[in-house]
């Protein structure tokens, strides 16, 4: 009953809003589309705990086991760590220079898909807000033009209705906007929370694997 009570109201607050309210609202529905995807590629498909994941990786590669780190990271492909890892980890027998390219051509690779549409939550929080400015000011025009013809005992019921559009637009405009800009912020700082692992333990990766090819080079002489 209650959730009922409630989409009643939403509806009646559309319709009482004017059009600017039916755009804003579509920019709300198209904004918390954004926000579930990047929210489930963020904080699950190309996120992992990169500590752990790490300490998987140098441990076989300590073992000089490069199949069993390739495992690892074959059972989080999907994860933008994982997949910088194993491009490095593909070229391990190659100088230090091939493996540092490997390591930044696959960063560019993943780093699009870390901020994909994360732009668009931005640009949707700005509309947001412009959009309702434009409901307030086209509710305030509509009543004052309306009130200049009306009779006396009208005036009062169309202004108030107008000023009622005016300010439902204004309200539903910075709802969309607040909470857009504050999921854009969250989505925005994990994208740079993944970016930070990648270059933290791109770099620890490197470092294996030249110690393991100094390793190496010391043993066959």
């Known amino acids: 009953m209650e959730q009922q009570t409630a989409a009643l109201s939403m509806m009646?607050?559309?319709?009482?809003?004017?059009?600017?309210?039916?755009?804003?609202?579509?920019?709300?529905?198209?904004?918390?589309?954004?926000?579930?995807?990047?929210?489930?590629?963020l904080y699950s498909k190309l996120n992992i705990k990169g500590s752990s994941f790490m300490l998987e990786i140098q441990k076989y590669i300590l073992a000089n086991d490069l199949d069993g780190a390739l495992r690892v990271c074959n059972?989080?492909?999907?994860?933008?760590?994982?997949?910088?890892?194993?491009?490095?980890?593909?070229?391990?027998?190659k100088d230090?220079?091939?493996?540092?390219?490997?390591?930044?051509?696959?960063?560019?690779?993943?780093?699009?898909?870390?901020?994909?549409?994360?732009?668009?939550?931005?640009?949707?929080?700005?509309?947001?807000?412009?959009?309702?400015?434009?409901?307030?000011?086209?509710?305030?025009?509509?009543?004052?033009?309306?009130?200049a013809m009306a009779d006396p005992a009208q005036r009062q019921a169309i202004l108030s209705a107008g000023i009622s559009e005016a300010m439902f637009a204004t309200a539903f405009g910075l709802v969309v906007a607040i909470v857009t800009m504050i999921a854009h912020s969250m989505l925005s700082s994990q994208a740079q929370r993944i970016l930070g692992e990648i270059d933290e333990h791109s770099v620890k990766l490197l470092d294996l694997l030249s110690a393991r090819q100094v390793q190496h080079s010391s043993e066959k002489k």
């Open 12 to 41: 009646g607050a559309i319709q009482h809003g004017g059009l600017a309210m039916w755009f804003i609202f579509l920019s709300g529905a198209v904004s918390l589309g954004y926000i579930i995807e990047r929210s489930v590629r």
């Open 75 to 93: 059972g989080a492909k999907e994860a933008a760590l994982a997949r910088v890892i194993k491009a490095g980890l593909m070229r391990a027998s």
């Open 96 to 147: 230090e220079q091939q493996i540092q390219n490997a390591i930044d051509a696959a960063s560019l690779e993943v780093i699009p898909s870390l901020e994909k549409n994360l732009p668009y939550l931005a640009l949707i929080a700005n509309v947001a807000t412009l959009l309702g400015l434009l409901g307030t000011i086209s509710g305030l025009i509509k009543s004052f033009a309306a009130v």
